[in-house]
């Protein structure tokens, strides 16, 4: 009788089947370690957690590993920066390594215009090794360079700028940290003594007032985002920004200033705070130098001039300034808007100086605070060697360059004494012949440099380009003479520096594709085939180079010496610097800087600094009637895309092709509505995209995400002069149909 | 460094690559089974209990909470074990002006587990369950035959074609999960806590979607369906409606040029029998009728049939089509269609043997009839997905002029001409945006789809023109014939590509 009920389920099942092979694909299983159901398919026979590789935020992922490989993720539970939640990069962190255009082997190009052929990487670490000494041979060691990034690992970035500099003897390399970074940099180094970004996550949570400036959190960081909307004190959220952007559409309130006008408004808050003795004295004279002539500069930053040149009104800037001048807990968080500008320096710190001033600096919710963009910049700033030396430290001074060299065991002779280059002047040096070799490593200027239009023909004028990269089809892949095929994130070990100063870990967790090697690897043999491997006899693995940068580190501001190697990074859960040798043990999830008020300056006080005004670069005329804003597209879109664009789901969370947003007032004199395809013309260049009517931006601009690789056809190379951050945000255009 | 050394470390180093080493190392210690490391953040997310008699499940979304960040989709294609690109959650976006103050809203969407279920109601398989304890309408993915039908009767454009499996796959609102206490994967992914999973009545469900007629602006009328979702906190400002970011898109849409073909084909079969039929038995033409017409007519049929299974995933499966002719439009076409071919077949067959007449004549009632009711449900197919674009003055239209334009041609070609001149003269009402009732179909036309429109216009251009010289040059016809099926093929693969209908909110410049 069974046997028959069970054919006749079987024939049920035949022709209704609730079961069956197609099924299978999705059942889901418990996932054990902690996870909740999974797929079945691809369930862990082991897990372990590390930093995501694209943003600063840090978020740690908890990998899915079968037989060692990854398979699957998820957002880490335990971790104190993202607490169980990923944006949807971090989600598809894995799909960027599957994908078909990896470079798995060293590609050599005999002549510009042909084809690449593979070669071994014995080939190629002799080809490299030899075009670059001829180079430096023939036209001296300034002739070569090297462009880096904030995409790999820390000890990675400390090989390259090592072996470059004192082992290749190299003077000149900088990163596309100095695209994102560089202002933040040079304003806290002015004002704080040393780049150092004071805050913890958990000051999102714990401020009354959370100022945004120039950030646009909820789709460049989302995960921060988050951590916002855990602040339980119904915090006041301003947006500062000429766009409403989806951030501004959260906040409580959104200060839409006219483009360009941020100095402005923010000396004219300080002069407000000033005349409404809503300033902190006590901490003025306790923990700064040079209010007084700060409060002299002021004088003209009435609240008319200020209105006037912003575009906010008066009762809208005295409300601000109650706000800010309150005694509440007021943190301020800037990004690119403000990073990316031709002042930006004297901006970034006209913000430092508004938190200096009101005492809002080393107590809990409060900072002038710079948020980082990629996942490895802060790594980058300290441990590079390209703006500074090793571990914090300065090229020009004496004693720097002798610790580093008895840290190192080679001779301070090799150190260079004088700065590099910065980026622009690299490029610059290209255009004018004078460097003749460029090494670009994990990074694509073909696609983000500013004013891009002449970079291929300027590319053209090297008589060798070095392209390091984990695909072999980005734009700046594609001009390379030589390609050394590199091991992505997940394939490879070491440790990245997040925007609140913590350290996490990078693990191995997948095979890279056929010869490819982490950057760590291709840095070793390079240096081995050079000839200096004796130089990096303690350099073997990544951990090793973090015990030296340890050791580097002693003493600074940036100082590490107290961790105990990758597992107790592991361990706890990411550190932030500072952790020196005597700091008592277990200091503390969420650390911020200068609760005792001490600054890193000599005197240990903080410094305001400020300056004049400076015209705008290009401004909207006749001519070029409008101003072009370029900035973040979506959370799913990654810089110049050469990951996120291997992910088909994320593909799909971005737009299709480029888009140009425009205010109606400004459509309709253009006489065109959404959805049409318009060409956008600069003094450089036009491009065409698909036009989006809304007042999202203010009238007389036009706003362009930055990941379509013709964006920066349209945009103006200038500088901040004190970063050479270049430019972005910035420059005239019209917009014709 | 000595050559040999170089190649030793080369060696060493791509051996090392190639060693993972995260496991040894840095392998995290769970214990077995336990609580689900997120289980705390989400508790509140989901409901207690599990659904009562006449309650269900249902997704609710707070608008105002959500920032855009999109995990959600990424998290359901992650946590579900979903092919490249698939995921069952989108986001779109929802945008509004009001003398110059923009909105905008992130809005994240998946299946709404309808009371009603049109994915259900219309397939041919009853390869869809609604769960009576929980109310999730699940998708029974051995079930699919991969007939699509489900992709054009859904409102909300839920169920996706697999084309690695062909079949459709859909949201389950991680059943199994709930059935453990756990959070679906869109919900434990949102960083902001912007989805939750409610318990709600079937009754509450319907007065809620006759408040509000539609889950949100620009979407079909909710009593279609009777979606159970619940969207809060829309943004509206007093002067202006929020409206999808994507409502200028013109993408066209799926072409579905199987269905395209086996629509005429069985049109112009089913025309070619009428009046075949028309003429041969009740005398409407003195000459007398050859043969060919008929066989014509069945080869035409059955090319039909071929051309319908070859737009099914699994045509292995498509014995299963007749499951759902109690509801299903789509079952009923296909009961009717198959058998008619053969019974087309035998007709056409029967004419070359000396028979008695009555067989003839009940072979041809059989033929005519069954085509006629086959396109009869044909038409119903599109009319039941309650499109505009495909209401049944407007599909019955296109599909009775096509078989009787094309099905009369060899018999009255001018006729013919005449009724394949005024369908063209329909289609041309139809495109021009100042006129037409379906505005956006017609600046498809007259943009991304202006090719085809062109091509289709001439095509059917010539068609006319030879049919109308027909009489005078022997062959002719046959080329008029060719002209004319091509053109109204072109006119159908149109009639899919420009349908333009009510839908969840797409982003800005969507993919």
New interface residues.
């Given amino acids: 009788m069974s046997l028959l009920a069970d054919k006749i389920a079987q024939l049920g099942n035949r022709i209704r089947s609730h079961t069956g092979p197609l099924t299978e694909q999705l059942v889901r299983r418990p996932g054990d370690f902690g996870l909740g159901q999974i797929p079945e398919r691809l369930a862990p026979d082991s897990t372990t957690s590390m930093t995501c590789g694209f943003c600063s935020t840090g978020c740690s992922l908890k990998i899915h590993l079968k037989d060692g490989q990854a398979t699957n993720l998820t957002p880490e539970p335990n971790y104190p920066v993202n607490t169980g939640m990923a944006c949807p990069k971090g989600w598809e962190g894995l799909a960027p390594l599957a994908a078909p255009d990896r470079a798995t082997a060293p590609l050599l190009r005999e002549k510009r215009g042909a084809n690449p052929k593979e070669i071994d990487w014995a080939a190629a670490a002799n080809h490299f090794c030899d075009r670059m000494k001829k180079t430096m041979e023939k036209h001296g060691p300034e002739s070569v360079a090297f462009l880096s990034t904030g995409q790999i690992c820390t000890e990675e970035m400390a090989y390259l700028g090592a072996f470059a500099k004192f082992g290749m003897g190299m003077l000149h390399g900088d990163g596309n940290t100095r695209q994102c970074m560089a202002t933040a940099v040079r304003a806290y180094k002015e004002s704080f003594g040393f780049d150092a970004p004071p805050y913890t996550y958990a000051d999102f949570e714990e401020s009354d007032v959370i100022v945004l400036i120039g950030s646009n959190l909820c789709i460049a960081h989302p995960i921060m985002w988050q951590r916002v909307l855990q602040n339980e004190r119904t915090p006041e959220i301003i947006v500062i920004d000429p766009r409403k952007t989806e951030t501004a559409m959260q906040a409580t309130q959104h200060v839409a200033l006219a483009p360009k006008s941020d100095l402005v408004l923010f000396y004219g808050l300080a002069q407000l705070l000033i005349e409404r003795e809503q300033i902190d004295g006590e901490f003025i004279a306790k923990h700064t130098s040079s209010f007084e002539e700060f409060r002299k500069h002021l004088k003209d930053f009435t609240p008319e001039y200020t209105s006037a040149e912003t575009g906010i009104g008066i009762e809208e800037l005295t409300q601000l300034a109650d706000l800010i001048g309150s005694g509440k807990r007021v943190s301020f968080w800037w990004t690119m808007g403000v990073n990316q500008g031709h002042e930006a320096t004297r901006t970034a710190q006209a913000i430092i100086n508004l938190a200096l001033m009101t005492g809002n600096i080393g107590k809990p919710g409060t900072g002038a605070n710079s948020i980082t963009g990629q996942c490895n910049a802060m790594g980058s700033r300290l441990f590079s060697n390209t703006t500074g030396l090793l571990g914090g430290h300065d090229f020009t001074n004496e004693g720097d360059r002798e610790k580093v060299a008895a840290v190192l065991g080679i001779e301070s002779e090799k150190i260079p004494d004088r700065n590099s280059l910065a980026y622009d002047q690299i490029i610059e040096g290209i255009c004018e012949g004078k460097i003749k070799a460029l090494w670009v490593i994990a990074t694509n200027p073909a696609h983000s440099w500013i004013g891009r239009n002449e970079f291929e023909a300027i590319l053209g004028k090297l008589d060798f380009l070095v392209v390091q990269d984990m695909y072999h089809t980005t734009e700046t892949a594609q001009h390379a003479d030589l390609l050394l095929p590199a091991a992505a994130w997940g394939e490879k070990e070491g440790t990245m520096i997040n925007s609140e100063r913590r350290i996490g870990l990078v693990k191995k967790v997948s095979r890279a594709p056929d010869q490819a090697l982490s950057d760590f690897s291709i840095f070793k043999l390079l240096a081995n085939t050079w000839g200096c491997g004796d130089m990096f006899r303690g350099w073997q693995t990544p951990e090793d180079v973090f015990k030296i940068l340890q050791k580097l580190s002693e003493g600074q501001p940036c100082d590490i010496s107290g961790i105990e190697g990758y597992d107790e990074i592991n361990h706890v859960g990411g550190i932030q610097w500072p952790f020196p040798s005597d700091l008592k043990k277990n200091p503390g999830q969420e650390r911020r800087l200068f609760e005792d008020g001490k600054f890193f300056t000599d005197d240990q006080r903080a410094r305001f600094i400020f300056a004049d005004r400076q015209p705008d670069p290009e401004a909207p005329d006749g001519t070029f009637p409008l101003r072009l804003l370029t900035g973040r597209g979506s959370s799913a879109q990654w810089h110049t895309q050469t990951r996120t664009g291997k992910s088909k789901v994320l593909r799909l969370l971005g737009p299709k092709g480029n888009h140009l947003e425009i205010h109606p007032v400004d459509a309709k004199k253009a006489g065109l509505v959404s959805g049409e395809t318009v060409r956008i013309v600069s003094r450089r260049a036009g491009i065409l995209a698909k036009a989006f009517v809304t007042s999202a931006v203010p009238i007389g601009s036009v706003f362009v995400p930055m990941h379509d690789s013709e964006t920066n056809r349209l945009t103006l190379a200038v500088f901040d002069p004190h970063s050479r951050q270049p430019s972005y945000k910035s420059c005239a255009v019209r917009v014709e149909k | 460094?000595s050559?040999e050394?170089?190649?030793n470390?080369?060696d060493e180093?791509?051996r090392?690559?190639?060693?993972?080493?995260?496991?040894e190392?840095?392998?995290?210690f769970?214990e077995?089974?336990?609580?689900?490391?997120?289980?705390n953040?989400y508790r509140d997310l989901i409901p207690l209990s599990k659904p009562g008699v006449g309650e269900q499940y249902s997704f609710e979304v707070d608008l105002e909470?959500c920032?855009?960040?999109?995990?959600c989709?990424?998290?359901c294609?992650?946590?579900?074990?979903?092919d490249?690109?698939?995921?069952w959650r989108d986001?779109g976006t929802l945008?509004s002006?009001d003398e110059?103050?923009?909105?905008?809203?992130?809005v994240t969407t998946a299946c709404h587990h309808c009371a009603d279920p049109a994915c259900a109601n219309g397939c041919p398989t009853?390869a869809y369950e609604k769960e009576a304890d929980t109310g999730v309408v699940r998708h029974?993915?051995?079930?699919?035959i991969g007939c699509q039908y489900c992709t054009l009767t859904c409102p909300y454009d839920v169920p996706k074609y697999n084309d690695r499996?062909g079949?459709v796959?859909k949201c389950d609102m991680?059943q199994?999960?709930l059935n453990?206490g756990?959070a679906p994967a869109c919900v434990?992914?949102?960083?902001?806590e912007a989805i939750k999973i409610r318990v709600v009545g079937t009754e509450e469900i319907i007065d809620r979607n006759r408040v509000n007629s539609f889950l949100l602006p620009g979407t079909a009328p909710s009593e279609i369906t009777q979606p159970s979702t619940r969207f809060v906190n829309l943004r509206k400002t007093p002067g202006a409606i929020p409206e999808p970011?994507d409502?200028?898109?013109?993408t066209p849409a799926h072409a579905h040029t199987p269905l395209a073909v086996m629509l005429v084909l069985t049109q112009a079969a089913a025309g070619i029998l009428l009046f075949d039929g028309l003429s041969r038995f009740i005398g409407m033409r003195l000459s007398p009728q050859p043969e060919w017409h008929a066989v014509l007519g069945a080869l035409l049929a059955v090319g039909g049939i071929i051309g319908a299974t070859s737009h099914l995933g699994r045509p292995l499966q498509a014995w299963?089509s007749f499951?759902g002719w109690r509801k299903s439009w789509l079952s009923r076409e296909i009961l009717i269609f198959g058998p008619w071919a053969g019974i087309s077949l035998v007709y056409a067959a029967s004419l070359y043997f000396t028979i008695p007449n009555w067989i003839h004549f009940g072979l041809a009632l059989g033929a005519i009839g069954a085509g006629l009711l086959g396109v009869f449900c044909s038409v119903m197919v599109y009319v039941f997905t309650r499109r505009p674009y495909w209401s049944f003055p407007q599909t019955s239209v296109r599909f009775g002029l096509t078989l009787l334009g094309l099905g009369c041609i060899f018999v009255f070609p001018l006729l013919a001409a005449a009724i394949l001149a005024t369908k063209i003269g329909f289609e041309i009402f139809l495109a021009i945006e100042s006129f037409s009732p379906f505005p956006k179909s017609a600046r498809r036309l007259a943009g991304p789809l202006n090719r085809v429109w062109r091509e289709r216009l001439l095509l059917g251009f010539f068609g006319v023109v030879l049919l109308l010289v027909s009489p005078t040059i022997p062959g002719l016809i046959i080329v008029g014939f060719g002209f004319s099926f091509a053109g109204e093929f072109l006119a159908r693969s149109l009639y899919f590509r420009a349908v333009d209908h009510p839908k969840m909110p797409g982003?800005?410049?969507?993919?």
Avoid: Y
Avoid at chain 2, 140 to 144: G, K, N
């Fill in positions: 460094m050559i050394s170089s190649i470390l080369i180093l791509l090392e690559q190639q060693s993972l080493t995260a496991v190392r840095f392998s995290q769970h077995k089974g336990g609580e689900p490391e997120l289980a953040q909470a920032s855009g960040c999109k995990a989709v990424t998290a294609h992650s946590l579900n074990g979903l490249e690109g698939e995921s986001v945008v002006e110059g103050v923009a909105t905008q809203q992130t009853l029974l993915d051995d079930q699919c499996l079949i796959r991680c199994s999960r453990e756990e434990q992914a949102c960083p902001n970011a409502k200028e898109d013109l299963r499951l982003g800005v410049n969507p993919q």
